[in-house]
T-cell receptor, first 109, second 112 residues
Framework: GQNIDQPTEMTATEGAIVQINCTYQ??????LFWYQQHAGEAPTFLSY????GLEEKGRFSSFLSRSKGYSYLLLKELQMKDSASYLC??????????FGTGTRLTIIP | GAVVSQHPSWVICKSGTSVKIECRSL??????MFWYRQFPKQSLMLMAT?????????EQGVEKDKFLINHASLTLSTLTVTSAHPEDSSFYIC????????FGPGTRLTVL
């Protein structure tokens, strides 16, 4: 299989920083995506990593280590609107994406 | 960014009827589209890969005769849920894109 593991739930405080981890099986790896999904809505694209290192985009950053089969999404200066599910998805070989279970993030005042 | 639309956004139907969901890529051509299903508080589960001009590729455990997929043009794929039952009630989402996958807004199906 191609198990993609991420924590089920996390809670963080408004204004703080939170890191959401994702581990995956490395065989056939061809890119990793992070998506944000608010309840009842479709996922929206946040970031894409295919090479090792950190990709920064505003308050959001994503890191990849291909040898370790590991990625994280870092959210800074948390806002209440960041409360959502965050989905880690890996492309194996062709265009098909395999999604993790998602991490439900709750921001508290 | 690229836009993918879905229609309808929600549908309620009686058990035993069929429901068709459309997925359109609005500003790019998509030889491949993907159909996902998402149950409450769960992640997206890939159902099938829709291939323009050829048969869809279904994931293990997904009944191809129940979930009919037609990808007749480079901008349109349709998913028909045949003889729908209450357990088919779910959020159905399509996506398309060569590298980054763009998701449609989803269709919430409720089968009574």
């Amino acid at each position: 299989g191609q198990n993609i593991d991420q924590p089920t739930e996390m809670t963080a405080t408004e204004g703080a920083i939170v890191q959401i981890n994702c581990t995956y099986q490395t065989s056939g790896f061809n890119g990793l995506f992070w998506y944000q999904q608010h309840a009842g809505e479709a996922p929206t694209f946040l970031s894409y990593n295919v090479l090792d290192g950190l990709e920064e985009k505003g308050r959001f950053s994503s890191f990849l280590s291909r040898s370790k089969g590991y990625s994280y999404l870092l959210l800074k200066e948390l806002q209440m609107k960041d409360s959502a599910s965050y989905l880690c998805a890996v492309k194996y070989g062709n265009e098909k994406l395999t999604f993790g279970t998602g991490t439900r993030l709750t921001i508290i005042p | 960014g690229a836009v993918v639309s879905q229609h309808p956004s929600w549908v309620i139907c009686k058990s035993g009827t069929s429901v068709k969901i459309e997925c359109r890529s609005l500003d790019f051509q998509a030889t491949t589209m993907f159909w996902y299903r998402q149950f409450p508080k769960q992640s997206l589960m890939l159902m099938a890969t829709s291939n323009e001009g050829s048969k869809a590729t279904y994931e293990q455990g997904v009944e191809k005769d129940k979930f009919l997929i037609n990808h007749a043009s480079l901008t349109l794929s349709t998913l028909t849920v045949t003889s729908a039952h209450p357990e088919d009630s779910s959020f159905y989402i399509c996506s398309a894109g060569r590298y980054e996958q763009f998701f449609g807004p989803g269709t919430r199906l409720t089968v009574l």
